[in-house]
């Protein structure tokens, strides 16, 4: 059972409908490493202070560790927990386990020229998280974010990422793709797909190769199986500490 730390939502910003960010103020939650992962809860209806009455699911921590720690959700309307994670407001109170877990971090990453950063939907949570500390910018000669999303409207931290390019010119690159319309800023397309067509590296003006690169894949179960796929045609594999690889995976269900 988690130890439950009580919490309260100090920020909470929303990208579009159903899309948000929340910031909690959660000081009793022990030092991790960005890219694990938290559990959230919230109490049902009439059990307060039960713990037996928690609905809970982990999230991937979009921040690294502070007193304050940000989520990035989707709602999923017919979930048990995420409508009611969309409910909360400024002020309000809300769960969270005092340690986080995962594997899913840059100390399990390889060393590499080239650090690539793809992901789907709300997958790009680690990223912000990792990319907000100073580990990937001493160690990676090139950071390449890849960012799948079905609308443009459900595109989030743009103004963040793009403001790394600024800061590091030459060494950072954001690949935004979009797969129900046109934009003029994203590419049109799956991202397995977008790999396939030689699209991805193009944009990217980055190779994608077992001799230069680490990959990081976070998201929807179908484009990490097809994207793996896709590598191990290209002699990547994936990354263990007995069995060194390219490739690091992070599945959310």
Not at 18 to 47: H, M, S, W
Not at 93 to 111: E, H, M
Not at 221 to 247: C, V, W, Y
Request: charged residues 25%.
């Amino acid at each position: 059972m988690p130890t439950w730390c009580q919490a309260k939502i100090t920020d909470k910003k929303i990208w579009t409908d159903g899309l948000f960010t929340i910031t909690i103020e959660c000081p009793d939650v022990q030092n991790f490493d960005a890219g694990q992962f938290l559990q959230l809860g919230v109490y049902k209806q009439g059990r307060e202070g039960d713990e037996d009455g928690i609905i809970n699911r982990p999230y991937s921590v979009a921040s690294p560790h502070g007193d304050q720690l940000q989520f990035f959700i989707v709602v999923v309307p017919e979930g048990e927990l995420t409508p009611k994670l969309d409910a909360l407001k400024v002020g309000d109170p809300i769960l969270v386990n005092d340690k986080a877990t995962g594997r899913f971090t840059l100390s399990k990453t390889p060393d590499a020229d080239h650090l690539w950063l793809i992901s789907t939907g709300t997958g790009l949570a680690p990223y912000i998280a990792m990319l907000r500390t100073e580990e990937p910018w001493q160690r990676f000669k090139k950071i390449v974010v890849v960012h799948g999303v079905r609308h443009a409207s459900d595109l989030a931290y743009t103004d963040e990422l793009n403001a790394y390019k600024e800061k590091y010119p030459g060494k950072f690159e954001l690949v935004q793709s979009l797969t129900r319309e046109q934009s003029d800023t994203a590419l049109r397309g799956r991202i397995p797909a977008l790999l396939a067509s030689g699209q991805l590296e193009k944009v990217a003006d980055c190779k994608l190769s077992a001799t230069t690169s680490s990959v990081l894949l976070c998201g929807n179960p179908a484009m990490l199986d097809s994207m793996e796929d896709l590598l191990n045609n290209r002699d990547m594999i994936k990354h263990r500490s007995k069995a060194p690889g390219q490739i690091v995976l992070e599945r959310y269900w």
